[in-house]
């Protein structure tokens, strides 16, 4: 449990936990700080003081206390034993983590995900494939919840009843990009968290962002890097892995996009390959656990084409659905396959829809789903 | 001495007779034009002085009045000109008629030469002056094929003062305008745009078929380059044939707006207008000072094009719902009124992302989740509701397009297009309305008699796709066309089947 005066000094942004250990070293504990502060007395970089006073008011941590009793929030100290242990081992740990939900943050198996947020439907696949993997193998799957391939591990993680850290760059009660509202209810409700070491109400400032990255890598045991251009922000979070002695992996894209500028040159460079949740428990040597099968929706590119029989269906249904397997097929090429007139194929296309056999995805393309 | 002659002024699509009244006295000299002109008729005084002289004739020096009946209606435009030059050369003694009691209308700007140039409205003009009983009309040369196929009046195409004066004198009688019937000029008529010349695309094409049948409006999406916009314009060739009374209702507003280039007469393909998508609610919808038509009224009988959706303006798009659904505009100004039809079919076009590529095989989308919905969210909801097929359109690949595989011409489709339209006409001969499209979800369950099987299906079909009502009836109207197409009374379940296909791109990209 925080007590009052912690609120204080984790809502103090520029207080580094270094600055924090020598005033501790001083004053004793957070209560001897603030009155050391209060009469003038505290020693200690000047910068650091200052904004320390800035912020010494009861009044704003009553606001403080109030705006985490309303989204539930608690804040854990680097001295909790809630706090997460890899990341307290760090120099430049987080002096406090806002945290909302029930998420077990000292659970020792962390993977974080992370990569960009122009991403394409491959990456966003595979990287919720693989956090779906991961849940499988009991692992908790930490990112950033930025759009793209963030938001597809965290929810990947999540929607397949997986807890799920989001760590965030801004308070946590605070809904960045929006359309995280949403997400972030339906990760709590699966177990999972939010956590920051921004206090509640902290804009989503853009200093704010490659900050946050430190704490993805640093409680997690490894980090896997799905999609990323040239000068994406996953290169900080790579960075940060690599200073903190993090396991790096990167999933492979295909050669000619832009977007597997980053990966393929970490792997270059000698990062671990991730084609799947085994690569990573193997490299992690985290091999007790069960090996990870994952149904079909999350990994459907992986699984065989379905061959099931199809009761129910007409002769001529059956051969457009034989024509399809889980490799996309647009209109016109399935047309020529099949050789049905256009009217006929249409109407075949939304009778084998309707019966959940086939999908159909951007640019008319359809696939077999079972 | 006072002279009269006949012209007639223009108020929305409607001709009103003009009476030119000029006097010429003893006096001062002076040239006085009364009866509310506006400023390019008081202009009349130097180009008809200048034409005058020019043609060989003498501008009287004296007391010239010039009067326009009636006196309460503002006249606006030079097509006064060659009437003012005429009755002024009859007051003058200068020109004796032939036939003086013939009803005679005359029309026609002037130029400083004694030229006689062309005027906007001609043919909303001359309709309504043969109504009234005007048997002759002297005319632009410019403007006569435009009413080459008016019945009951005889088009004496002009194009120099002295020829007009030529011919009322009986000295030189121009040889009217032969007549051109409806008939000849469709029988000529090719569509400018080939369907036979898109090669593949069988999936758009039958989209377009179904639309064109039905006078569903259409969405197209689909990257840049997939051929949207080289498909809309083959519709034209598409729709069913005109009719003559269509033709003259379509031709009669763009002659108003003066967008008939010379030379050419009644409309023959249906129009096919793409206002840009920088274009203002005004000219597309209509109005200004002079309450002019707007592109969606030059657009009646044929195709609305709105390329690029989503850069289109919200309010411009907002101001075209209400005459999307009328039919019709109404157009009203100080000293102006006007009502132009405006029934059209519209049809748009966009990518499905920003940057064009979401979803394409060929290139890859740079959008984020967030961008695609922000752009898609630029299209209003209300505007998406009067769409009733939405259709993707991928690039064909250039292997295929360089084939040389025989494809079907518009000519066969627009057969099957007649055939279906035939049957909707028959249908709804007691609606009170002319295609699928103008459905009201009253008369659809009457028009559609659906079996037990497609009532089935298309219950699944609501649960699976999560139909709104608005979709449900559009899914129905698409099917009764398809139906139509088919030649089937019923609406049966393949059909209710082939029309869920054109409108799933809610569920993708509009969650
Ligand atoms: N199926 C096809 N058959 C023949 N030519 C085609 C076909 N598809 C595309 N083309 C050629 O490609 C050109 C580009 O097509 P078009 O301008 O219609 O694309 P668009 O979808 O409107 O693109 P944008 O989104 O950029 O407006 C056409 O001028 C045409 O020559
Ligand atoms: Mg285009």
Redo the contacts between chains.
Sequence with gaps: MHNRYDLWLAGTESLTAQALDQLLGWHGDAQGIWRAVGDGTAQGPASVLKALRAHRSESLLDEMAQAMADTDTRLIMRDDPAYPPLLRALEDAPIGLFVRGAADLTFPRHVAIVGSRRCTRYGMQNAARIAAELVACDVHVVSGMARGIDTAANMGCADAGGVSVAVLGCGADVAYPPENEENIQRLLACGGAVVTEYPPGALPLAHRFPRRNRIISGMCSALVVVEAAERSGAMITVRCALDQGREVFALPGPVDSPNSKMPLQILREGAAMATCAQDILENLRWLDAPPAVVDAPCAPDITPAPQADLPGLSEDQRRVAQCLSLEPLGFEELRGRTGFSVPALNSHLTMLEIQEIIEQLPGRMYRRIR | MLAQLLSYGLMGIEGFPVTVEAYVSGGLPMFEVVGLPDAAVKEARERVRAALVNSGYEMPVSRITVNLAPGDVRKEGPAFDLTIALAILMASGQLHCAQADEERLVLGQLALSGEVTGVRGVLPMVISARDRGVREALLPRDNAAEVACVEGVRVIPVATLAEAVGHLSGQTPVVPQPQVPYAALQADWQPHHDLSAVR????A??ALEIAAAGGHNLLMIGPPGSGKTMLARCLPGILPDMTFEEALETTRIHSAAGVVAAGCGLLAERPFRAPHHTASAVALVGGGAKAKPGEISLAHGGVLFLDELPEYNRPTLEAMRQPLEDGFVSIARINAQARYPARVMMVAAMN?CPCGH????AQ???????DI?RYLDRISGPLLDRIDLQM?V?A?PVREIADNAPEEASAAVRSRVNAARERQRARYAQAGIHCNAQLSAKQLDAACGLDEEGKA?LF??VE?YKLSMRAYSRVLKVART?ADL?GEARVRA??I??A??YR?LDA??WH
């Design positions: 593949g695309q069988s999936g094409k039958r499905p979401y979803g394409s095989q890859q989308c740079r959008c984020t989740q967030h919905r993707e991928e064909v299906l699944r079909a699976r398809v088919a393949p059909y089947a082939e869920i296909q799933n993708k990209y």
